[in-house]
């Protein structure tokens, strides 16, 4: 019998994982100087939670959940996302009363969709997300989306393009969903079912359909920001200029709607424009969600985050050719020739590692030569070969591998010596 990894998840290997570590060293230093603080929530919840916070129309809701009764019986799943949970702890642990207003959080963790498996699709993936609650200001919305690029451009993507859309308010959105069904009712026949059943239910879903978007009404559809109040229409204003102020180009698209049912207002996604870029462009999304704690049980309060999945940023990171900067080398390997040598050799890294010096020796019998290979493979800085000559002396050559120069040391001036070297 053969066991495999289960369709759509993957084994993160060693070298592999070196670069998730950088990349989340780079984002947590990121939330730090922007003050997103970091919320752990369960990786299940009540079904209904999502039901509710992502919304019954949308694909993640219809078609994507890990939904499982425990042994209680109670319906829970696996989360899909991570701003439903988010505000649900907000609500619970009523942050809305907290001195420090707007509440900023940040997360980062699995979440989990049974989705077609392709590239950049799994059905484990790792989200990186922020929410910024208690907030209608726009310049906060201008700093949910620099920080979003910013996590990009500090891992030196170049190839990028944010497209910015307004969703508008209530009134807009009615107003425009007449408009949308007018113009898709007649011809909805030639839409994919699941377009002709978001026709009453919620016809801004059509505009974000995978299957019907290469048709022609799609693209002559009314525009949402045709129908922005003036409210609406100032909010987005103010936006373009916090933008324009921080130096962050954006392209307007009056078709992004989002995949997700609470948006309104501001809405955005970050697309990889490299040329090596897959089928699937889109890395990040986000947007304003100002009914979506009152829907989870809070009070009126407004937010807006956005969520980016790691395994896409690793896509555009190989489609732009960046190769990132991990330091996995190894300080200092000791070579024992005999027994009694790497007994010396197990108390000597010991003293290196309590000093925070990366050591390592070898533990399978391997001839001296075979252990200066591992050395070699494991790009260790220094070597320190010891024998019997070197116990007698205690003291050994330190062999800097870069140069071939060597110095002798005694023992207990090694991690000294090796500290002033560093
Ligand atoms: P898509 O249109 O690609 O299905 P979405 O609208 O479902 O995206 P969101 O729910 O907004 O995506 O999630 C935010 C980000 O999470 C996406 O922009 C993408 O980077 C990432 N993401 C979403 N689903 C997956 C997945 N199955 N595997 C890897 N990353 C994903
Ligand atoms: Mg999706």
Not at 72 to 100: C, I, N, W
Not at 266 to 274: D, G, L, P
Not at 358 to 368: L, N, Q, V, W
């Amino acid at each position: 019998m053969s066991f495999k990894v289960p369709r759509g998840t993957q084994d993160i290997l060693p070298e592999q994982s070196e670069k998730w570590q950088l990349i989340e060293e780079k984002i947590r230093e990121l939330c730090r100087v922007y003050r997103y603080n970091e919320i752990r929530t369960p990786m299940f919840e009540s079904t209904e939670l999502f039901q509710r916070g992502v919304g019954d129309t949308t694909d993640i809701v219809q078609k994507e959940m890990y939904t499982f009764d425990d042994r209680g019986g109670r319906s829970l799943t696996l989360r899909p996302e991570g701003t439903a949970s988010a505000v649900r702890a907000y609500v619970e642990h009523k942050m809305f009363g907290q001195p420090d207003q707007p509440v900023k959080l940040s997360y980062m963790g699995p979440m989990f969709r049974y989705e077609r498996q392709q590239a950049g699709r799994y059905r484990q993936f790792v989200q990186f997300g922020v929410e910024a609650i208690g907030s209608a200001d726009p310049a906060i919305d201008a700093e949910v989306i620099a920080l979003a690029m910013d996590v990009y451009s500090t891992l030196g993507l170049k190839d990028l393009k944010l497209v910015l859309n307004s969703l508008g308010d209530k009134e807009t959105r009615d107003a425009h969903r007449a408009a949308l069904i007018g113009h898709f009712e007649p011809s909805i026949g030639e839409f994919c079912s699941d377009c002709q059943k978001r026709l009453e239910k919620n016809p801004l879903r059509i505009l974000d359909c995978k299957v019907d978007a290469g048709h022609p009404l799609m693209v002559s559809a009314p525009a949402l920001t045709d129908y922005l109040t003036e409210d609406s229409a100032v909010y987005f204003a103010k936006l373009k200029m916090y933008l324009d102020t921080l130096g962050i180009a954006y392209e307007i698209d009056p078709n992004l709607v989002r995949g997700l049912d609470y948006y309104n207002h501001t809405a955005f996604e970050i697309m990889s424009t490299a040329s090596g870029f897959g089928a699937i462009t889109t890395l990040c999304g986000g947007g304003r969600y100002n009914g979506l704690v009152e829907d989870i049980g809070g009070p009126d309060m407004p937010g807006i985050g956005f969520a980016l999945s790691i395994e896409r940023l690793l896509l555009a990171l190989e489609a732009e050719g960046i190769e990132l900067n991990v330091n996995n080398k190894l300080d200092v390997f000791v070579v024992a020739i005999d027994a009694e040598a790497k007994v010396k050799a197990a108390e000597l890294i010991s003293s290196f590692r309590a000093k925070g010096i990366s050591a390592d020796m070898d533990y399978i019998d391997r001839k001296m030569k075979a252990q200066m290979k591992a050395a070699d493979r494991l790009g260790a800085k220094y070597v320190l070969v010891l024998g019997e000559m070197e116990l007698a002396e205690a003291a050994v050559n330190v062999k800097t591998m870069e140069t071939g120069d060597q110095q002798k040391v005694a023992f207990h001036d090694l991690v000294n010596y090796l500290l002033e070297q560093k």
